[in-house]
């Protein structure tokens, strides 16, 4: 189960972290991404961490803006942000954490939806100018 919080309404400028929790999955998984949709856009890959949380990639649309992280891991869940600042109002959309369980050697190589087995619901974020 993944489940993806953190959504709301914000000004252009702000800031906002989204966290996404995964639990009780029975597979192994290697890597987690956010994506998001915006309106009229197909969905759109953001960010990837690894399971170690030691390996990430920032999509270039993003990069300097975005970042994310592993906040936390125990046998029960892994927890990870996507830390969005001066956010603008094309980034509205519905964000979505997923997680992967291909096996690439490079980080940068989970940039595909195909590349995700499991989906969270989503979390909408509204960013007002």
């Known amino acids: 189960q993944l489940q993806a919080s953190g959504g709301g309404l914000v000004q252009a400028g702000d800031s906002l972290r989204l966290s996404c929790a995964a639990s009780?999955?029975?597979?192994?998984?290697?890597?987690m991404g956010w994506f998001r949709q915006t309106p009229g856009k197909d969905r759109e890959f953001l960010a990837v961490v690894s399971w170690s949380g030691a390996n990430r990639f920032i999509a270039n649309s993003v990069k300097g803006r975005f970042t994310i992280s592993r906040i936390s891991r125990n046998n029960a869940k892994n927890t990870v942000a996507l830390q969005m600042n001066s956010l603008k109002p094309e980034d509205t959309g519905v964000y979505y954490c997923?997680?992967?369980?291909?096996?690439?050697?490079?980080?940068?190589?989970?940039?595909?939806?195909?590349?995700?087995?499991?989906w969270g619901e989503g979390t909408l974020v509204t960013v007002s100018s």
């Open positions: 997923a997680v992967s369980t291909r096996d690439y050697s490079a980080i940068y190589d989970y940039n595909k939806i195909t590349d995700y087995a499991y």
């Open positions: 009780g999955l029975t597979t192994n998984y290697n890597a």
